[in-house]
């Protein structure tokens, strides 16, 4: 992809975005969809994304895995390519000259890249706030000294910015605002002969590597031995299509009375959430899914032993789930590191297995919670729409000066 300069250009604005993760990779592309409705079309695309985005016609620079790492331990092997990667990105953006640069997510990556071009005169727009508020709050400078304006996903994280500086806008998390798709739950059912009457879990062990390595053990022991006294309990296992061979790889070992059914395509996951009662999931992005389709789960997480470690010393929040942040307070169960046991999992997903009641009061908390993470409700506006506004508006103004 070659893009010419767009200052001045009848095409309307080019835009960059960069994602390097699943998460951010469909917030990115709900914004797409979001510029192409305010601009008629009247716009072009460069940068980094995956399949979400590439489904809005998305052209990515190089596939967006490459950039999908978690944790000190999983990216020292790969920092040859990461260094190969920015270059390539910050050299494209150098050449192209952008309206408007947006960064979503991916910190680490992004705001390298932010500082590489920070020289260049380009607005530099960054989605999805750092979490200053967990950890390194400094991070807050360092982010008002590169970019020209945050968009945030969380109610409470303006001003951590704005005080430094930094223009932040609240725009409210995307994963919250399309209609609420349910799939074909009977059907789904049906297809891979579960009875109306079973309990349908699901085991979300993540979309990264080292997520599904981590939590893939634990998960199916647990699964394993809650089945082996549940006769009516069914495993279903969503997986992205990227790791869909490591997760089959991997729940094929789980010793289940029945095996785990594994669906990689969007209208099969969409048919499992619809047929599903409760899940098992790694915290991330996900969990907004199962929530919007009112499904009750517990949380679980664990990153690499050294990290955790270092993680310990620095995180200042008691939750990891956005559901429970924005609640300030755990609706959802949740355990990381080492309490990421089977007996731990088990202890706290059973009542939800068995009690339909349990499963009622936690899906009114959610809905309480995914209100509360849709943004200011007083301008009529879905997340995406908000930010697509500030990024257009940013972008007119460049254009504006250099026209």
């Not at 620079?61 to 990461?82: D, K």
């Not at 094929?252 to 009662?277: E, I, K, N, T």
């Not at 089977?342 to 995914?370: F, K, M």
Request: glycine letters at 8%; proline letters at 7%.
């Amino acid at each position: 992809m070659k893009p010419a300069s767009s200052a001045g250009s009848d095409q309307g604005p080019l835009i960059a975005i960069i994602a390097g993760e699943a998460s951010g990779d469909l917030i990115g592309a709900r914004l797409i969809r979001a510029l192409v409705e305010r601009t008629g079309g009247r716009m072009r695309l460069m940068g980094v994304g995956g399949e979400a985005m590439a489904a809005e016609g998305f052209d990515s620079l190089f596939p967006m895995e490459e950039l999908s790492l978690f944790g000190l331990l999983e990216v020292l092997p790969h920092l040859r390519n990461l260094r190969r990667r920015l270059d390539q990105t910050a050299d494209a953006i150098a050449q192209a000259r952008p309206d408007i640069v947006v960064t979503i997510d991916s910190p680490g990556f992004n705001r390298r890249l932010a500082t590489r071009l920070k020289p260049l005169g380009l607005v530099l727009v960054h989605y999805v706030a750092p979490t200053v508020w967990a950890w390194r709050p400094k991070r807050a400078e360092k982010f008002a000294a590169i970019f020209d304006h945050l968009l945030a996903l969380l109610p409470f994280e303006p001003p951590w910015f704005t005080r430094v500086g930094l223009p932040c806008t609240f725009v409210g998390h995307p994963a919250v605002e399309d209609a609420v798709t349910t799939g074909d739950g009977p059907g789904f059912r049906a297809r891979h002969g579960i009875a109306v009457e079973d309990t349908v879990v699901l085991a979300l062990p993540g979309s990264r590597k080292g997520e599904i390595s981590r939590l893939q053990g634990p998960m199916g022991q647990a699964l394993s031995m809650m089945a082996a006294t549940r006769p009516g309990l069914r495993v279903v296992v969503p997986a992205i299509r990227a790791e869909a061979d490591r997760v089959r790889a991997a729940v094929a070992q789980w010793a289940l009375p029945q095996p785990a059914v594994v669906v990689d395509d969007a209208a099969g996951r969409r048919d499992a959430f619809a047929a599903a009662d409760v899940a098992i999931a790694a915290s991330g992005t996900v969990t907004l899914e199962l929530a919007r389709q009112g499904v009750p789960m517990v949380v679980v997480y664990r990153v690499n032993a050294l990290t955790g470690a270092i993680a310990r010393r620095l995180v200042r929040v008691p939750h990891v789930s956005l559901l429970n942040l924005v609640m300030a307070r755990e609706i959802v169960p949740e355990l990381l590191q080492a309490e990421v046991t089977a007996d731990r999992i088990i202890a706290l997903a059973a009542p939800l297995i068995d009690q339909p009641a349990a499963r009622r009061a936690q899906a009114a908390l959610l809905r309480e919670a995914l209100a509360r993470l849709g943004g200011p409700a007083d301008d009529g506006l879905k997340p995406s729409a908000r930010a697509a506004a500030v990024v257009l508006d940013l972008a007119g103004r460049r254009r504006r000066r250099l026209s």
